[in-house]
């Protein structure tokens, strides 16, 4: 399994980012696809998480203006990044749970500038 994010970028507070999460290799619909981001020096942790069915989950600090989504036809992922805040600036990674284990791929960086 292979995960391909992309999207990130320099943006100004406020602003609006939309990352994407391409999967290819033995993947299942009923994955559940998950986006982190680890800032520097901090560890990595939860963004927002999509099961299989759509059942979504999100950090609290990111409630209200970030949305998950997948579009399982093209084996994606997207996290809608809106109103951006400086402490939101890190690497953003997604990952993927199969049956197989758990796959991460290789993060995208998110600057938000004030």
């Known amino acids: 399994v292979q995960l391909q994010a992309s999207g990130g970028g320099l943006v100004q507070a406020g602003g609006s980012l939309r990352l994407s999460c391409a999967a290819s290799?033995?993947?299942?619909?009923?994955?559940?696809v998950g986006w982190h981001r680890q800032a520097p020096g901090q560890q990595r942790d939860p963004v927002a998480i999509?099961?299989?069915?759509?059942?979504?989950t999100y950090t609290d600090s990111v409630k209200g203006r970030f949305t998950i989504s997948r579009d399982d036809a093209k084996n994606t992922v997207y996290l809608q990044m809106n109103s951006l805040k400086p402490e939101d600036t890190a690497v953003y990674y997604c990952?993927?749970?199969?049956?197989?284990?758990?796959?991460w791929g290789q993060g995208t960086l998110v600057t938000v500038s004030s």
């Open positions: 999509i099961t299989g069915t759509g059942t979504t």
């Open positions: 990952s993927r749970n199969t049956p197989r284990g758990t796959y």
């Open positions: 290799g033995r993947i299942f619909r009923s994955d559940t």
